[in-house]
């Protein structure tokens, strides 16, 4: 393997105490083709995190210096990359708590390694071929290729996975998804997994693009099916 | 309703009865007084009427004896030569008649004696209105000879100048007399009317029946007080009693004074107490206990991830070991698997024990399930030669419940049954009526031994120590089944005989909440019932 090849696939930042466990991520992320650091505290991983420029974090929620949810927080306010959370316990409200905070995806340790790669696959990959497409959700319009959304001229900032489940409702505007389908078309899962990364995630898209997220007229729930997009379009559009 | 209402009635007053203590003591007492009153009052009015009468009769008899001397004096006064019979019995009678009128008795003159003619013959003078039959008979016959005065108890009844008839109780006099006109000998009946006396009497009897009315009210009024005072604080201990048991153990009897009831209640909240303590102190340990397992549970979780992804890197690489270091590979990771679902379930179960764990409901179709966990068993199933087959009713069958726990009871009881079917077919039914909906999984394998059906639902039981353990089960798979039924408010039982398999019937409630009376399957299933 050549470094141009280490770097084509992306950079992994791992943030977990654990020495024993953040070097076999290292090795296995290198095997699979991925360049990363480690970050064993939680009050250094914004510096790691400016310095290398990842292009998805791995992040425990246990560590030592400034908690993973704080730290999760803080990577949100800069940038959009993707988060995975490592986390010991699936079945507390620290699960819901860091999708919340920002995380886009999270594994339960102990976890087998190639589910970790795909996890981290399914949020790295980008739009192989950008089409020139553009696409109107309510008042919203997407420009996929430049990944922008934007109201009335006005950019709506979004993160890529954020960005990712609107455009798959907005694709098929007739179509009412259910979760399970959303996460493997968003999340790339193939199995079923969590249903809450979707809730937790639609409502966090919703905070960004309604009007009055109580009323979701953009993204709407459809009872006991799942959600789809809104056919309303707002008046004077 | 208006039928049943008096019965309803009837009902709570019963379970009135049964539950007061205080209704009860003051019902006896009220009974018992009013037995003793009623034996008293009736002795009292016994002796009351016995005296009146007494003296009455002798009063009675003293004027009747009177008014004969008198007449006998009025006869010794008549010359001998008046012969006219009739004349000297008027004027016998006539002076008695007036007298009688005057005092309050009839007279009936009869005669003569030895006639052999009744009363009611005729031929008798009387007072005006008096009905004669009202000598009585047995009277008459004494005087049917000559006889000395006699007295009886009779009815007088007389006719009122307005056509009315009088009747009340009195007393019939008799005595002789001698006229001398004839030398016979005639009856003289007085009759004396008892009215006077009746009416003290029910005087009497009245203010006795009075009396004992406001005594049993007193009596009543007092057993209650009394009654009350015992029986508000067992009440009260009572209502603390059963909030103690329904855990709100910091509950206490108020004591006041020092009495017994007091002294009791000192005992009581000593009790309390120290039962409060000791489970305190169990609540703790057990406490501590699951903390403890959780904690290594989540403790061993980062390690174990290090050692999955070596094992894994391994495993990835094992072609180009020597073959003992790639079978080295081969195994670390198998096992590595093992460990993971050990440790999974051990977490499940921890969960179960903290109380943490919760039910996510939805509408879920057991057929669908019962499907979906043959597709997700059948390489374990090929692998042992086991077919298994579902038999379902066509239209589904609805429950509500937690998707996720029903399909893993599911596939712990069909793993179960594919372990021990020893290549025999295992079926799983699905069953529903209105209130409950089953799903039974029938292996015909080895069985169970009497008494181990409610055995297998222990953590880390085996039937047979000595049996290899094939399928590479935690031995925690019923047991996490059983607590998965327990959330869901239903019933996980086990059936089995030697030789002839198990079966295992989870039964859950339709509603979330439901409360189950009886399972839609059979817990034996019928093809072992002609056995029995």
């Known amino acids: 393997m050549t470094a141009t090849e280490l770097t084509s696939k992306g950079r992994v930042l791992v943030v977990d105490d654990d020495a024993s466990l953040s070097e076999m991520l290292t090795i296995v992320l290198r095997q699979e083709g991925f360049e990363s650091r480690v970050c064993a505290r939680g009050d250094l991983a914004m510096d790691a995190f400016r310095e290398f420029r990842p292009d998805l974090v791995l992040l425990d929620l246990m560590l030592p210096g400034k908690d993973g949810i704080d730290v999760c927080k803080e990577i949100r306010e800069e940038s959009g990359v993707p988060i995975v959370m490592l986390t010991a316990k699936s079945d507390t409200v620290d699960v819901v708590v860091g999708l919340e905070s920002g995380a886009d995806d999270y594994v339960v340790k102990p976890f087998k390694p190639k589910e970790l790669v795909a996890r981290i696959r399914a949020r790295v990959r980008r739009l192989d071929a950008p089409t020139h497409e553009a696409l109107t959700i309510g008042d919203l319009s997407i420009d996929v290729a430049g990944h922008s959304v934007t109201r009335a001229g006005q950019s709506v900032n979004l993160t890529p996975l954020e960005f990712d489940l609107l455009l798959c409702l907005a694709r098929k505007p007739w179509q009412v998804f259910t979760r399970e389908v959303l996460l493997e078309q968003v999340w790339g899962y193939r199995h079923s997994a969590d249903t809450r990364l979707v809730n937790v995630h639609v409502q966090r898209l919703r905070s960004k693009v309604e009007h009055d997220p109580e009323n979701p007229e953009i993204v709407v729930t459809v009872r006991g099916v799942g959600y789809k997009a809104g056919t309303s379009q707002l008046p004077g559009q | 309703m208006a039928e049943r209402s008096p019965r309803g009635a009837l009902r709570r007053g019963l379970t009135f009865w049964r539950r007061s203590i205080q209704a009860r003591v003051v019902a006896s007492t009220v009974l018992l007084s009013a037995v003793v009153i009623a034996a008293v009052g009736w002795l009292l009015l016994q002796q009351t009427q016995e ?226 303590k000791q489970i305190r102190q169990l609540e703790e340990l057990s406490r501590v206990q699951r903390r403890f397992v959780s904690d290594v549970s989540h403790e061993l979780r980062t390690p174990l991830t290090t050692v999955r992804m070596a094992g894994d890197v391994l495993h990835d690489a094992r072609r180009g070991f020597d073959p003992a270091t790639a079978r080295a590979a081969e195994l670390l990771q198998t096992e590595l698997d093992r460990f993971e679902t050990l440790l999974a379930d051990l977490l499940e179960i921890s969960r179960f024990d903290a109380g943490a764990a919760q039910l996510e409901s939805d509408d879920v179709n057991l057929v669908d399930v019962a499907h979906r966990v043959v597709d997700m068993t059948r390489v374990l199933a090929d ?150």
């Open chain 2, 51 to 276: 005296g009146l009468l007494d003296n009455r009769v002798d009063a009675v008899l003293a004027e009747a004896a009177n008014e004969t001397a008198e007449a006998n004096r009025g006869l010794t006064r008549v010359p001998g030569t008046d012969v006219d019979v009739g004349t000297q019995l008027n004027d016998l009678v006539d002076p008695i008649k007036l007298r009688g009128a005057a005092r309050g008795f009839e007279v009936v003159l009869a005669g003569p004696a030895g006639s052999g003619n009744p009363l009611s013959a005729g031929g008798t003078r009387s007072s005006p209105g008096l009905d004669v039959s009202s000598v009585p008979q047995s009277l008459q016959e004494r005087f049917a000879g000559p006889a000395g005065p006699g007295w009886t108890f009779t009815r007088i009844r007389v006719v009122q100048p307005d056509g009315d008839v009088r009747e009340g109780p009195g007393i019939a006099v008799g005595s002789q007399i001698v006229l001398k006109a004839d030398g016979e000998i005639y009856t003289l009946y007085y009759l004396f009317p008892l009215d006077e006396d009746a009416e003290t009497l029910s005087l009497v009897t009245r203010a006795l029946l009075t009396a004992a009315g406001v005594l049993l009210v007193l009596v009543a009024g007092l057993t209650w007080l009394v009654t009350r005072q015992v029986v508000t604080p067992i009440r009260l201990a009572r209502r603390v009693a059963e909030r103690l048991a329904a855990g709100e153990l910091q509950e206490r009897l108020r004591v006041t004074g020092e009495d017994d009831l007091a002294r009791l209640a000192t005992s009581f909240n000593q009790m309390a107490s120290s039962l409060q």
């Open chain 2, 383 to 532: 692998q042992r030669g086991v077919a298994v087959l579902v038999r379902a009713p066509e239209h589904g069958c609805l429950a509500e419940a937690d998707v996720r726990r029903v399909e893993r009871i599911v596939r712990n009881l069909v793993t179960n049954a594919i372990d021990h079917a020893e290549s025999r077919d295992v079926v799983i039914q699905v069953e529903g009526d209105e209130s409950a909906a089953a799903i039974a999984v029938r292996d015909y394998g080895v069985g169970l031994a009497a008494g181990e059906s409610a055995m297998v639902f222990n953590r880390f039981w085996r039937a047979d120590p000595a049996r290899a353990r094939t399928s590479g089960g935690t031995g925690l798979g019923l047991s996490i089944a059983l607590e998965d039924t327990h959330l869901h408010g239903g019933w996980l039982q086990a059936w089995g005989r030697p030789g002839e398999g198990a079966q295992f019937r989870l039964t859950l409630p339709r509603r979330a909440g439901g409360v189950l009376r009886q399972s839609p399957i059979p817990l034996v299933p019928e093809d072992s019932q002609e056995l029995v």
